[in-house]
């Protein structure tokens, strides 16, 4: 048990390392929630989103700031984790792992590991960016930052399960890209990242209320946006039970699903 | 078949090592009527053979004769369809952690991102094995000192099948496996290779060597098997392979347009005796001594023929 702990920090390192020194990774997974805040809050630098209590009006960088977060959570977990691991099973690397004395959770531990670390300093990254070139208001309660801090964790690791699972579908690594981005994309228009959830139909809504997205953006929006703008959600309110169990019922059916599709290689094909 | 003899002469009990350890005649490798299907299919049928702990076995055969079929089920790759197969005492279908640390697998092809240098990978998967070698030293005996700091994915192919023989070899394994391990290299990074596996061996370690090369598996290996369209068509000591008969010097030459050739172990003789019948130089003569390709190349095409006869 020690050993596959010690072996899974070990892997995290390697795996951090690795991810960095990949450009594409870095562009589409790390650096695009990034680049899409500042194109959002450049475009529509005129445009209200809603008003403050205290009256202040709130820019397009202050409501963009927690969908692209969100995003970042659904990509460094889901989108890097689901091409990354296709890739590694057709080009050997989990074969070559297969034939070593690596844990199979040390290996899981290691992308755990990875989507937290990418996804940290990802969130960090967009943060710096809001607040200090785009001045987006931080919140200073306590609880905000706590509710942040377990649906960060709590969205990342959910999203990493998912990405393990949806790994299995690919059938080459050079086919992974085209399978896992339109779903993430889809996902991200549907669930009020790109697009103001209010804005869709309610039976789009609904939809996007059985994803997991949804509720990561939800829990956001909760953390960074003004209190006058929770009548804008579903029902009315931040609903962060409804956000916490409806992450949590996907990371169970996310180990559920990694557990039983992951293989280190697929045997007789 | 006197060299069989005077192999089976020594003392089975045991042997000296030169690692100095006690090498006996236990097999690190045994395998039983090995049969692996693909649909009605028989990629590999009733294969049998043995290695011998510290020593050098060399499968040899054409491509799609079922030589990775095999090696993959002794790594625990594939599953098989029956037989029985043993490795280093545990079937592989079922090998554990503590059975792959005793194991060093060096693939067939590799096309890994390569997104670590050298020196990293290596320190990686020396720290997944309890009793690892020296980073430093695999990385001098595979010949990439310069290299220890380079990501793997800028190296040439060559490098990057080295860095694979490195990653192979980085546990210190009791039984390395080796497929076509040298497709790539050049000559001299061949030979240096060559010498690489020769520490390995004097160390005590068994391999498993798959190779088109049969210079290679001359040079490096004790016994050899050949497979052919799944089936195991010979085993013996390399310089046994095909049986004595094999051996037998061919002496081939033209008579009135007609080539002729006769096996002899006495060519010389036959020569003068043309000479003297023909009253002349023979036309096209040869005088033909089987080499291991001669041998094997004979072996797997009287196998085609009966495959398709």
Redesign the interface.
Known sequence: MMRTVS?GA?RIG?EV???F??GDTVFFTFLFPVVMLTIFSVSFSEGSFGQAADGTEVTAAHFYLPAMLAAGLLLSGLQNLAIDIA??KS???L??L??????VVSYFIGKLGQSLATGALQAGLLLLLGFTVFGVPLPEEPERWITFAWVFALGVVTSAMLGIALSAVPRSGKSATAVVIPITLVLQFISGVYLSFTLLPEWLQNVASVFPLKWMAQGMRSVFLPDTLEVLEQGESWNLEGVAIALAVWLVVGLVLARVTFRW?R??S | MDAAVTRVGVPLGCEKGHSGRMTTHENVVEVRGLRKT?GDMNAVDSVDFDIHRGETFALLGPNGAGKSTTIEIL?????RTAGEVSVLGVDPAHGG??W??R?G?V?Q?????G??TVA?QLR??A???PKPRDVDEVIAAVGLESKAGT?IRKLSGGQRRRVDVA?GII?APELLFLDEPTTGFDPEARRSFWQLIRTLQSEGTSILLTTHYLDEAAQLGDRAGIIAAGRMIDVAPIAELGGADARIPLVRWREQGNLREQRTETPATLVGELVARLGAEPEGLEVIRPSLEDVYLDLVGREHAEVTA
């Open positions: 072996l070990r390697y390392r690795a991810y020194r990949q890739i590694e080009d050997g690397t074969k070559r297969a034939g070593s004395p690596l844990p290689i045997k007789d | 693909y790594e625990g790759y594939r599953d952690l503590d792959k640390a194991l697998i693939l092809s590799s096309g890994e991102s997104a670590v990293e990686h998967f720290a997944l094995y990501l990653v546990g």
